[in-house]
Structures are given as C-alpha cells and as structure tokens.
C-alpha cells in the first residue's frame, strides 16, 4: 500500500510542476461540458461540514 501511496504522489507532483492544467481560465468556476455529455464542475467550494 505505501507504494501505491507514493505512486499517487509522485504523479502528482509531476502534474503540478508540469504546469498542466484540464480546465483553462476561462473555464473556472463553471460547469462544462466534456466528450461523451459528461458535466464536470471546474471549481469552487464543493462542500464541507
């Protein structure tokens, strides 16, 4: 399990110090739209206690 864990992470940080981003700008905070009609939320408060 603690290598999985450290998959996760390493992915992870290759993600964020890549730069890549799956929504851009523009796209944030709203609901769009993707391939086969599935809506994705790109941001905001999802929640909480």
Known sequence: MKYFGAIIVV???LV???GWEPF???ERGQ???RGSGGRYWTG???GGK
Do not use: K, Q, W
Request: proline share 0%; no cysteine; net charge positive.
């Open 24 to 26: 851009t700008r523009a």
């Open 16 to 18: 964020a110090f890549s």
């Open 11 to 13: 992915l992870y940080a």
């Open 44 to 46: 905001g408060f999802m």
């Open 31 to 33: 609901a769009v739209t």
